[in-house]
């Protein structure tokens, strides 16, 4: 089985991920439980969240929320397991 075909499975297998998430701009208090997940940092006018994503359905959802809110989406990044291992730890 080749890696892209591997990968392809792994995202559509419903399994849960995590996501980073950048968007221009800042999410107040108010919008941030829309999202259901932390601001880590707000860095030049840059949000980061990191949000725990159920399926590729709920990802659309996330991002259409960000176009409702009429933000920027900068990068939309999976995680990887062992990438979410090193970030929790250097919290």
Do not use: C, H, P
Not at 26 to 33: A, D, K, P, V
Not at 41 to 67: C, P, S
Not at 68 to 89: G, H, M, P, W, Y
């Amino acid at each position: 089985m080749s890696d892209m075909t591997r990968n392809f499975q792994l995202v559509n297998s419903g399994q849960q991920a995590i996501y980073e998430i950048r968007v221009q701009g800042w999410i107040g208090e108010r919008w941030l439980s829309w999202f259901q997940g932390q601001v880590l940092r707000f860095d030049e006018d840059v949000t980061l969240l990191t949000i725990l994503v159920a399926d590729q359905a709920a990802l659309r959802g996330i991002l259409n929320k960000i176009w409702d809110l009429n933000l920027t989406l900068v990068s939309a990044i999976r995680l990887e397991r062992n990438e979410q291992q090193k970030r929790s730890q250097n919290e």
